[in-house]
């Protein structure tokens, strides 16, 4: 044999043995890394390692997830996508409209019907131009509010169900010393409590005309400025020590008593559990006043990626993310419910199903609407516009009319 057929025949056995060595294989970009957080990703990468995968993770640390999109936006800027990034609403629009995205996923989806599993609503978030190019892990609630019971009776007050309910016992709480509400001064964190206000305060058709339509006079107008006045309100009942605090430090102090509420997402659910405790017994759940549901859902949206394992893993992951005992076992660790509307809930706790319930009820009255806060109603760029304004407002004397206006005229010129 001649050297050259011989050098050939090398390569090709090599190509041949190496393409068989390689299976699925994805490398996951994602900030879930509080304790909760953690342990629901441990599901999945479990999961896809017991199927003969290989998991490379790449988790960025930050609450809410802006460090993490940073270092996504390097990345493909680089050429050097991952093979999924954790993701929301319409900044899958967004990626796929940079051409970033694969809709290889699709296959996957017909065959598995996943349009027959989800609800419309999260099934056209999950799709680029008709066709899957992300697959949904869960659905968070953000209007929830957490509390110690043990700390509410020693104040005698109860779980609030109006907002001047909640100011009664914060200013309780407040006069016997207690820290009325665990909160972490963090853009995202001020945006997640100011979005549940404005939902209470402003009610469901307001919420949808401000952080859905972005309706001028909506964003700028006397019930706005409600909200900023009830916001004045909760930048009295936090601590002095706030400003930066990550959100499950927030969480374990209403856990250790420290404090008797925390208005977030049902995140902080995950906490507790990975805590050891006990939804009714060691810790109290309520939606936040108000009759609407804030929804989130976490998903994994596909790059584009050259390789054969690559790909292979893309399909592998977003079949195990879409079965029926990973979003069980998933959402139990993670604190949401299923995506997946076939999901029996009989081992879930009953925020949990409250949760559901409520999801359901909001569904058919107008009430269910896209978190602004977490990515899910508007772009990028008109998002952080308004939680600029929230921020600067929560740590400064702006008043409540400087505020709305300067809401209104920040959408405008991020449009
Ligand atoms: C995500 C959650 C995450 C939370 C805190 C939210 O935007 O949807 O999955 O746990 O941020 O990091």
Same mark, same amino acid.
């Given at each position: 044999m001649k050297l050259k057929t011989l050098a050939a025949v090398v390569v090709a056995a090599g190509m041949i043995s190496s393409a068989a060595k390689a299976g699925p294989e994805v490398e996951v970009l994602h900030w879930w890394t509080a304790g909760g957080e953690a342990a629901a990703i441990k599901v999945l990468v479990d999961d896809f390692k017991s199927h003969g995968g290989k998991w490379t993770d790449m988790p960025v640390a930050g609450g809410g997830g802006d460090a993490a999109r940073t270092a996504l936006k390097a990345r493909v800027l680089s050429g050097n996508a991952p093979t999924a990034f954790q993701m929301k609403g319409p900044s899958i629009q967004e990626w796929h409209e940079e051409g970033a995205? =694969?809709? #290889?996923?699709d296959a996957v989806a017909k065959s598995e019907n996943w349009d027959a599993s989800l609800p419309a609503a999260i099934a056209n978030h999950m799709k680029c131009e008709g066709k899957y190019c992300a697959a949904p892990v869960n659905v968070h609630r953000i209007d929830w509010i957490w509390a110690n019971p043990k700390v509410l009776a020693k104040a005698g007050v +109860?779980?609030? =169900?109006t907002w001047d309910e909640f100011n009664a016992a914060a200013d309780k709480l407040k006069s016997m010393g207690i820290t009325p509400l665990a909160h972490g001064g963090q853009a995202w964190q001020d945006a997640t409590v100011f979005e549940a206000v404005a939902l209470g305060v402003g009610g469901n058709a307001f919420y949808k005309k401000a952080f859905v339509d972005l309706d001028p006079a909506t964003l700028s107008g006397a019930t706005m400025q409600k909200v900023f006045d009830q916001m004045r309100k909760m930048r009295g009942y936090v601590? +002095?020590?706030?400003? #930066?605090?990550?959100w499950n430090l927030a969480t374990t102090m209403v856990m250790n008593g420290e404090a008797a509420f925390q208005i977030m997402g049902d995140w902080a659910k995950g906490e507790f559990t990975n805590a050891g405790k006990v939804a009714g017994k060691d810790y109290l759940c309520a939606p936040t006043p108000g009759n609407g549901y804030l929804y989130n859902v976490d998903s994994f949206a596909m790059f584009n990626v050259k390789g054969a394992d690559k790909i292979d893993g893309q399909n592998l992951l977003a079949k195990l993310i879409m079965g029926k005992n990973f979003q069980k076992v998933f959402n139990l660790a993670k604190g949401s419910i299923p995506a997946r509307v076939d999901v029996p809930l009989n081992e879930f706790d009953y925020c949990a199903r409250r949760s559901a319930y409520d999801m359901d009820v909001t569904s058919g009255n107008g009430g269910l609407l896209p978190s602004y806060a977490h990515g899910m109603a508007m772009r990028n760029a008109q998002a952080g516009a308004i939680t600029d304004v929230v921020t600067k407002h929560f740590n400064s004397n702006m008043s409540s009319a400087d505020a709305a206006k300067a809401l209104a005229q920040g959408v405008k010129n991020s449009m």
């Amino acid at each position: 044999m001649k050297l050259k057929t011989l050098a050939a025949v090398v390569v090709a056995a090599g190509m041949i043995s190496s393409a068989a060595k390689a299976g699925p294989e994805v490398e996951v970009l994602h900030w879930w890394t509080a304790g909760g957080e953690a342990a629901a990703i441990k599901v999945l990468v479990d999961d896809f390692k017991s199927h003969g995968g290989k998991w490379t993770d790449m988790p960025v640390a930050g609450g809410g997830g802006d460090a993490a999109r940073t270092a996504l936006k390097a990345r493909v800027l680089s050429g050097n996508a991952p093979t999924a990034f954790q993701m929301k609403g319409p900044s899958i629009q967004e990626w796929h409209e940079e051409g970033a995205l =694969t809709v #290889g996923i699709d296959a996957v989806a017909k065959s598995e019907n996943w349009d027959a599993s989800l609800p419309a609503a999260i099934a056209n978030h999950m799709k680029c131009e008709g066709k899957y190019c992300a697959a949904p892990v869960n659905v968070h609630r953000i209007d929830w509010i957490w509390a110690n019971p043990k700390v509410l009776a020693k104040a005698g007050v +109860a779980m609030p =169900t109006t907002w001047d309910e909640f100011n009664a016992a914060a200013d309780k709480l407040k006069s016997m010393g207690i820290t009325p509400l665990a909160h972490g001064g963090q853009a995202w964190q001020d945006a997640t409590v100011f979005e549940a206000v404005a939902l209470g305060v402003g009610g469901n058709a307001f919420y949808k005309k401000a952080f859905v339509d972005l309706d001028p006079a909506t964003l700028s107008g006397a019930t706005m400025q409600k909200v900023f006045d009830q916001m004045r309100k909760m930048r009295g009942y936090v601590d +002095a020590n706030f400003s #930066g605090r990550d959100w499950n430090l927030a969480t374990t102090m209403v856990m250790n008593g420290e404090a008797a509420f925390q208005i977030m997402g049902d995140w902080a659910k995950g906490e507790f559990t990975n805590a050891g405790k006990v939804a009714g017994k060691d810790y109290l759940c309520a939606p936040t006043p108000g009759n609407g549901y804030l929804y989130n859902v976490d998903s994994f949206a596909m790059f584009n990626v050259k390789g054969a394992d690559k790909i292979d893993g893309q399909n592998l992951l977003a079949k195990l993310i879409m079965g029926k005992n990973f979003q069980k076992v998933f959402n139990l660790a993670k604190g949401s419910i299923p995506a997946r509307v076939d999901v029996p809930l009989n081992e879930f706790d009953y925020c949990a199903r409250r949760s559901a319930y409520d999801m359901d009820v909001t569904s058919g009255n107008g009430g269910l609407l896209p978190s602004y806060a977490h990515g899910m109603a508007m772009r990028n760029a008109q998002a952080g516009a308004i939680t600029d304004v929230v921020t600067k407002h929560f740590n400064s004397n702006m008043s409540s009319a400087d505020a709305a206006k300067a809401l209104a005229q920040g959408v405008k010129n991020s449009m």
